[in-house]
């Protein structure tokens, strides 16, 4: 009864203080070096690197709080990190990223009823850069943004060239990264995709996340409309991976 007195208690002084200052309760991220007999020669500069590195890592954690112990490997991924940062620019330039077309069947039909549009980093040597690799690092850096502008352009001027040619088009659908709704940048670009490539609007489908909906919704719903009214479709990726919200779904046009 006691320690339940003092729960209690506690939980009306935090309520009180977050009422008063109007704040929320701190996230804890911490990065821990372990120093054994093994590395006690270690200098003080790289323990407080490597316990930065593991900080970073724990910031990057989606849990409230975060501790993380440092381990070797994580250099090697911070270094990998940086050369993708570092060499994204130039990829694009260099037409390294490519447009793949994942096929979407009609289980009645057996038939192609539509495809989604994903990026691949093909390097000089032939060599696949899959976009776990390299998708969460732009992501979080921002540079995600010129990446979606090329697969943009990619899958318009790939829905142009078939109907020119008289091939069988199908809606392709392409990601729209969180990035975008900083800004919303991304309508003025795809208008002027519409006004270059004059291809019907009904062909693109833009894919947008639950967790960026939830984020927000207030944008989310700007965004849908304005697509809408430009005549695209959109549609939401990742339903149910991870909390859901059916109300949201619900208020979502």
């Not at 323990?47 to 112990?69: G, P, Y």
Request: hydrophobic share 40%; glycine share 4%.
């Amino acid at each position: 009864i006691l320690h339940n007195q003092i729960i209690t208690r506690n939980m009306l002084i935090e309520n009180a203080l977050r009422s008063k200052y109007k704040c929320n309760r701190l996230r804890i991220c911490t990065g821990v070096y372990f120093i054994t007999k093994a590395n006690s020669n270690i200098d003080a500069e790289t323990v407080i690197s490597n316990c930065n590195l593991a900080r970073k890592i724990a910031r990057e954690n989606n849990t409230e709080d975060s501790v993380v112990i440092f381990r070797e490997e994580m250099s090697s991924q911070i270094n990998h990190e940086i050369e993708i940062l570092s060499t994204i620019d130039s990829a694009i330039s260099n037409g390294e990223l490519v447009a793949y077309y994942q096929p979407k069947i009609d289980s009645t039909t057996g038939k192609v009823s539509g495809a989604e549009a994903l990026v691949r980093w093909k390097n000089p040597d032939g060599t696949i850069i899959q976009p776990d690799q390299f998708i969460p690092i732009i992501e979080r850096s921002g540079q995600i943004i010129a990446v979606d502008y090329f697969m943009y352009r990619e899958v318009f001027k790939f829905i142009s060239q078939r109907l020119q040619q008289g091939l069988k088009v199908v809606p392709i659908s392409i990601n729209v990264s969180r990035q975008h709704f900083k800004k919303l940048d991304i309508i003025n670009y795809v208008k002027s995709l519409l006004n270059e490539f004059k291809i019907p609007p009904k062909y693109i489908e833009f894919e947008i996340t639950e967790t960026v909906c939830m984020a927000d919704t207030a944008k989310a719903m700007n965004f849908i409309r304005t697509f809408h009214e430009l005549g695209f479709k959109v549609s939401m990726d990742d339903f149910g991976s991870g909390y859901s919200s059916l109300y949201l779904l619900s208020e979502l046009p």
